[in-house]
């Protein structure tokens, strides 16, 4: 019996050890960089559909992030207005429009009186594209990305991409020295970008777009994923807070797209349909494969960003059937970007981050009817107010404008009847706070002179640049907005706006949660420490203590010991 042991043992012994080079051992070990980083940010995801939708979900997609990542559960926006241009703005460049300028997604130009886009350039044009559409750049924006940096720490080795259907949203992650950024066009069906990054669409971006990749999905109905009495987590279909497309005569599913794109807006329908997302996924991974990112010696940076999510919700609100199954959707479209990009530079090289622009609120007609404070301002009406106000009491209206819930005083006039802005502002500021749901109002003299540090005071003064923003500042009462009854909209500095996803995932990072209070500012300041290159130049976050396997990088101060 011993004989035949120890015989069993040497065989196997010997069996091992010829087998020994084939046999893998342990999982391979993260490098000191990872090969490739996926920045995601799905627009208009609140931090609860996460678990509202959890059982739907499949375990390749959002779960894997949750169960293998490290899940920020209390991150939030520390500015207003919560809106998409200064929300990428803020993930990318570690700080608030304060800081980098975008104060919005569109404003009112001080400078020469007009409505400027937020990735408005005058000095560039389309590529792929003769629409005024292509004519973008992110000049807008005052400080440098953490995918700047990631550059210039690389000597321009690390390649940086930006996609997404929006632009700001390409655009403005992929920071001013990206090697390219792609939004979706409607008037082409495709991809394209502008001459701020290149003279001429890369061959593989033109085949793409030449197989009419948005028409192929609009040629199919949107039916839900599953069938639609499993849809329990939102209310009825039918229902009267949605959005009803021409030639629909209720918003009911299925939605026959291939007889509604023609009459709502042409092949840019696919921006409000699931579908969206999967284009985004399907250009995101040509542009992996292509642009051979992950495989080069520098690490390599693709900032994705899903649209459909924000236009779904502005139509049909978060309780809505179509944004529940825009969610299952979006985890089947996550978890196969996930899958391929694992394949591709291995599973130990990537690291993915996923958060959100902003989130929303319930749709405020609905919150009516449960015996909720909320409802809806008129803003037309509350400017047209004023002005007729300031007409009675200055003899000249003496304001320009009235957007983002912001005054902007006619300077000229001012001067013309030698005001001083401060007593002028004051009288609006007095004004405006006697309106209903108006729930504070603060000028631009007190955000310039004082220092807030809690509340929404605190959150408007983060979203408030001297040069760029109004003159007297106006927050609403929660639950209120100026919108259709129809739909939602976000911006506000309350809980249901500012409340995001924050995961982190792959490359380093151990699984886990906390629910410690992080700022959207943190991401960009987290990137910079992991990589240990510098912060964007105007970062203002800090840092998040993410659990990480071990210290990958090389410490200075072990290095200065050894000699
Ligand atoms: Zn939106």
């Known amino acids: 019996m011993k004989k035949y042991s120890l015989f069993s043992f040497l065989l196997v012994s010997a069996l091992c050890l010829q087998a020994q080079p084939k046999t893998p051992a342990a999982p391979a070990k993260p490098g000191t960089k990872p090969k490739l980083i996926v920045g995601i940010v799905v627009d208009q995801m609140r931090y609860d559909y996460i678990y509202r939708f959890w059982d739907k979900f499949g375990s390749d997609g959002f779960k894997k992030l949750v169960n293998q990542g490290y899940f920020c559960k209390n991150t939030n926006y520390n500015y207003v207005p919560t809106y998409t241009g200064p929300g990428h703005a803020s993930v990318y460049t570690g700080t608030t429009p304060a800081v980098h300028g975008i104060i919005a997604n569109d404003w009112y130009d001080k400078t020469n009186g007009k409505t400027m886009y937020c990735v408005d350039d005058n000095t560039v044009i389309g590529v792929g594209t003769t629409a005024k559409e292509g004519k973008r750049s992110p000049k807008n924006m005052l400080t440098t990305t953490i995918t700047d940096e990631l550059r210039i720490s690389s000597n321009m080795r690390s390649k940086v991409i930006g996609v997404a259907l929006k632009d700001r949203s390409a655009i403005l992650p992929a920071g001013h020295t990206a090697n390219a950024a792609y939004w979706f066009d409607g008037s082409v069906g495709g991809f394209i970008t502008s001459t701020f990054y290149m003279k001429e669409l890369p061959a593989y971006v033109q085949n793409f777009n030449k197989k009419d990749p948005a028409r192929k999905y609009l040629s199919q109905p949107w039916n839900t994923l599953l069938p639609i009495d499993q849809y329990t987590e ?58 051979n990112m992950g495989k080069g010696s520098a690490t390599d940076f693709l900032a994705v960003s899903f649209s459909s999510p924000d236009y779904i919700g502005h139509l049909y609100g978060p309780n809505s059937v179509e944004q529940e199954d825009d969610y299952l959707r979006l985890d089947k479209d996550l978890a196969e970007l996930i899958q391929f990009v694992e394949a591709q530079v291995g599973k130990e090289n990537v690291l993915i981050f996923l958060t959100a622009d ?45 957007s983002n819930q912001q005054v902007f005083l006619d300077p000229a006039a001012m001067e013309r009847k030698k005001l001083m802005p401060q007593q002028v502002q004051d009288d609006i500021v007095n004004f405006i706070m006697k309106q209903d749901h108006v729930s504070e109002v603060v000028s631009a003299t007190t955000m310039n002179n004082a220092q807030f540090t809690e509340g929404a005071r605190y959150l408007m003064q983060k979203g408030f640049n001297a040069k760029r923003s109004g003159d007297v500042l106006v927050n609403y009462e929660p639950g209120y907005v100026d919108y259709p009854h129809y739909g939602t909209t976000h911006g506000s500095p309350y809980s249901y706006d500012t409340h995001v996803p924050l995961l982190f995932y792959g490359w380093n990072v151990k699984r886990g949660s906390t629910t410690e209070q992080v700022y959207i500012t943190d991401i960009a300041a987290t990137l910079a420490m992991m ?20 210290n990958l990088m090389p410490r200075g101060e072990e290095t200065g010991s050894k000699k």
């Open 358 to 402: 902003h989130a929303a609120p319930e749709v405020p007609a609905y919150l009516m009817d449960l015996k909720i404070p909320a409802g809806y301002l008129n803003e037309d009406k509350l400017f047209t107010d004023l002005k007729k106000y300031m007409a009675a009491n200055y003899g000249d209206s003496l304001v320009l404008s009235y």
């Open 234 to 291: 939102s209310v009825a279909d039918d229902n009267k807070y949605e959005f009803v497309a021409k030639g629909e005569s209720k918003p009911t599913f299925p939605h026959d797209l291939p007889n509604l794109y023609e009459k709502n807006g042409g092949l840019g329908m696919i921006r409000s349909t699931p579908f969206g997302n999967s284009l985004t996924k399907d250009f995101a991974i040509e542009i992996i494969k292509n642009e």
């Open 531 to 550: 990589l240990n290159i510098q912060f964007p130049n105007g970062c203002t976050g800090t840092p998040i203590k993410l659990p990480t396997h071990q």
